[in-house]
Every structure is written in C-alpha cells, then in structure tokens.
C-alpha cells in the first residue's frame, strides 16, 4: 500500500479526490489543508480515523498536528541543511512575506530550520512514498518539504493548472517537469495537425486568442482590473450610507455586534509568528496600502506613453508575491535581473517597454509592499533604454507593435506566441518548450535571441498548435476544482472532474 502526503488539498472537489484514493487503496497517512470543508473533516475524521490532520496556516506557523512531539526528531545536521541550500533562499523570501513584525534575519532563519527539522522527522516517522501538492509549492513550509523529498527521491506530484483553465498537467517537478513535453513535442513538431484536432476547450481558447476584438475597443480610462472587487479596502469602516441603511432595515444593532467582534477577535492567519485581531489587522492593511498607493504615485511620476513607431520589447512584470515568480522564476524573482538582461542585450536604438501590472498596487494586495520598495521604478529605469509606459494600456496593443515579448512566467509570452510574436521566457512555465519562445538565463542567450528577432524571425503557427495538440493529450480536463464554492458548467461537471483528477493522480502514484 502506497502511503501519501496531501498538501492544502482543501475544496469539496478536491477532498472526494482524496477519498476516492483511499478507496482505491491509498494509505493518507498526512493530510494539510484549510477552508470550511477541510476544517469540518479534520474535527470528525470520519474515513480517516488514523490520517494526520493539520491546518494549513498551523503549517506556517510551524505548529505541528495534535499527536505529533517534535522533541524526539532529531537535530539538524550540517549535511541536510547544505543540501537544502538550493531551496532556502526560496523559503526565506517566503517566510520574509509571512512575517507581520518584519523580524530579525535569524529568526527568520531559525523558522526555516524548524521548517527543515520538522518535515524531516516526519518524513522518517512516516515514510512516505509519495506527496502530492495542489500546485507548485509556493509557502516556506511546502518549499522545504518539496525539497526534502528531491533529496530523499520521494515521488512528488504536482497539480500544475494551465491558463487554459480547463486543463492541469501533472508534474514531478516545476523546473524540469515539462521535459516530458518537450520530448513528445520533438516528435510531432513538424508534423500537420489541424486545428479541428483539437479538443473543442483548447481549439476555442486559440480561436479566441486569435480574434479578438481590437484594442481600440477594449480599451477605457478603467481598465477592466479597476472594477473588481480586490480594488477595495478589506476591513473598511462602514460608510455613513451604509449605517443609514441598516438603521433603515432594523439590521443595525445585528450589523454592529457582528463588526464590534470582527474589530476585537483573534483569527487565524497565515503570519508565521502569531494571529491577529481584526482591529490590528485593519490597523497593519492600512499602513500597508499606503505604502503601495507612495510605489503607485512613484511610478505615475515616471511613467510615459509608448511610441509605437519604435522598436521595442514589451515587458509586462508579474504580479509579486506569487508562485509565478518564486519559486518559477528562480533567480528572475527579482525582475530587475531580467530588466538588466534585456537592456543589456538590445539592439542599437531599440526601447524596453516596462508596464506595471496594475494588482500589484490594489488596496487589498497588502503583501505586494514586499515587492515594491522605495526607488524600485527608478532601479528599473537606470538603463537609457528602458521606459515605464501606463499601467493602464491595454496589453495586446502592445503585443501587437512589440517585436517580442518578455516574461518569467506570465500569460503575455502565450497571448504573444498565439499572436505571432516571439517571446523570451526567464522561468519555468508549460509553453516554455513551444515554437515562438527563447529561454533566456544569461546575456549571451538573449543577444543571440534578439539577434535572431530582429533577423526577422517568425513564428510558425503550425508548430504552436502542434505543441497544444502534445498538450491536448498528456494534460487532465480539470476546472474550478480549487474554488471555495464549485459551480458547475458546461465544459466538465463536477462528477467529471473528480474522476478525472482521481484516475490521474492514481496512475502517476502506482506507477
């Protein structure tokens, strides 16, 4: 019987994955998650009287499961801690944004070590043969198991969700793991597969990629990220309207009571080194969002329009913290680094486009502060050759005049290729190994791809879709099976996706 560690396995889809697979035999000897279903489980462990259970954010705060005395895992040893050298880095910027009091670096350090120790003596007190994450390990806990298990060869599974959002792939690993891709992409990539080929999900997201409408008619002084519900203040204190309104509905003493206790409780929160009030989590998020609206202002002092008669590379930077970056982007976490790159490697009288991703300064993004330091938009621009162009412009007129674009990860060097364009890739992303893209490391690399670019290199379009043809075949037809409320649709029912991700993940176990 093969026993599995399941990580932040935690959606009503994703739990009856679970219990499919001790169906078919599979011993869940260690089960972490978080949310309303996974708590509820956890209280009755009902199927799974002998798992051990832990919550996610317990995880963070290296508090370990009901049952479990670290005090008999033994210490650390140089050798273990030298071999995790590749990944601590990544989990010290991990642990970096999960820390509220901003800590001395040791103790930082000290929460790595106990990450190192503490999954260590689990994996020798339960001997796992496999350990399956919900995607790419992207908190300092789960980074250090993942690397852990690299260094006892411990099978690892990886539920990797493309952009394409009706498609995972499972991985073994988030830098190598689409080698097998690639592999299977060299035999068919000059082969002539037609689009109708391809199942109706992924030839539908080519066609749309393909015609859509043109930027003029997507464009507004808005733009579509500023309507959305993450551009507000969480914890906000109720607008005069909004009293009147519940004196009005009788709901107004109900309302209070509720806010009163929100404002005076402890919740549980991912911080590594204790929980908060709602009081002080107000007080932190709006210290925090002034912090990022001082980068907003900064950059809109820098910031000019684009020339789109110029030459130019469009680099749209990701979003930041997220696993996109680190640990994706390995050392391109810091997108400065590419920035340099690429400034480095231009060609006589061309531009770098830089363009903010414009989450990165919403209100309720309070971590994104960790990205975004004062003077950061001025380090970006100490090259001549590079300019920060408006948040707000819309990115596929940009795609469209540039004569690449660049990215770690981002779902710009997809929109690019399906557009014709080159693209150089910094990270570990699925289309990595397809037509159209050059993965860059070093300078050296990215002069010989520009060079190649601006000898007038295309993008052959019967390459790309003979890649999602490879793509089409070695991927699961999965969605929405990481949403806290699943709603069903027309392209894979919820039954549907719980077979999909079982027989999957059981096949990549046993084998």
């Known amino acids: 019987m093969k026993k599995a560690f399941i990580i932040n396995f ?32 956890s209280n009755t462990k009902k199927g799974f009287e002998k798992t051990i259970f832990r919550h996610a954010f317990d995880a963070i705060k290296n508090i370990p499961p009901h049952g479990i005395d670290t005090s008999e895992f033994e210490p650390l040893s140089k050798e273990i801690i030298e071999k995790m050298h590749q990944y601590g880095w990544h989990a010290l910027s991990m642990i970096q944004r999960a820390d509220y009091d901003e800590s001395h670096f040791i103790k930082q350090r000290d929460m790595y070590y106990g990450y190192i120790k503490f999954w260590h003596g689990m994996i020798q007190k339960l001997k796992p043969d496999v350990i399956i994450f919900v995607a790419v390990p992207h908190s300092a806990t789960s980074i250090v198991l993942y690397g852990l298990a690299k260094i006892f060869k411990i099978k690892i599974i990886i ?50 990629q393909k015609h859509t409408k043109k930027p003029a008619q997507l464009r507004d002084g808005s733009y579509a990220h500023h309507l959305t519900r993450n551009n507000k203040m969480p914890f906000r204190v109720p607008s005069i309207i909004a009293v009147f309104r519940h004196i009005y509905h009788f709901t107004f003493f109900k309302v209070a009571k509720s806010y009163i206790s929100m404002l005076f409780s402890k919740r549980k929160t991912h911080y590594y080194n204790k929980d908060f009030t709602g009081f002080t ?92 330091y004062a003077g950061y938009y001025d380090r970006i621009m100490h090259n001549k050759n590079v300019q920060l162009i408006p948040a707000q412009t819309h990115p596929f007129e940009l795609i469209k005049n540039a004569q690449a674009v660049a990215t770690t990860t981002g779902t710009s060097g997809l929109e690019a290729i399906l557009r014709s364009k080159p693209v150089l890739i910094f990270g570990y992303i699925w289309y990595m190994h397809c037509e159209g893209v050059f993965r860059i490391s070093n300078l050296e690399e990215c002069k010989d791809a520009l060079e190649k670019i601006k000898q007038g290199y295309t993008v052959n379009q019967q390459r790309v879709i003979n890649y999602l043809k490879v793509v089409d075949i070695m991927s699961i037809k999965a969605k929405n099976y990481k949403s806290r409320d699943y709603t069903e649709n027309k392209e894979i029912t919820k039954k549907e996706n719980i077979l999909n991700i079982t027989n999957a993940l059981y096949k990549a176990i046993i084998n």
């Not at 935690?10 to 708590?39: A, Q």
């Not at 493309?162 to 060299?186: H, K, M, P, W």
């Open 10 to 41: 935690s959606t009503s889809v994703l739990i009856d994955v679970v219990k499919n697979l001790k169906e078919k035999g599979i011993d869940i000897v260690y089960w972490e998650g978080y949310r309303d279903d996974f708590d509820a489980l």
């Open 159 to 208: 539920l990797e969700r493309l952009v394409i959002d009706s498609r995972t792939l499972l991985l073994g690993d988030y830098v190598d793991g689409y080698n097998q891709l690639a592999q299977e992409y060299a035999k068919t990539r000059d082969e002539k597969c037609n689009l109708e080929n391809l199942s109706p999900d992924l030839r539908n997201y080519y066609n749309n």
């Open 281 to 372: 989590l107000t007080a932190m998020n709006r210290k925090w969002s002034r912090m990022n609206n001082d980068r907003k202002k900064e950059y809109f002092k820098l910031q000019s329009e684009p020339d789109y008669g110029k030459k130019y590379i469009y680099l749209p930077l990701a979003y930041q913290p997220e696993q996109t970056t680190c640990p994706m982007g390995g050392v391109f976490d810091d997108q400065a680094l590419m920035v340099d790159i690429i400034s480095a490697a231009l060609p006589q009288g061309w531009m770098l486009y830089v363009k903010e991703h414009i989450p990165q300064w919403y209100p309720h993004h309070t971590e994104s502060r960790l990205y975004r």
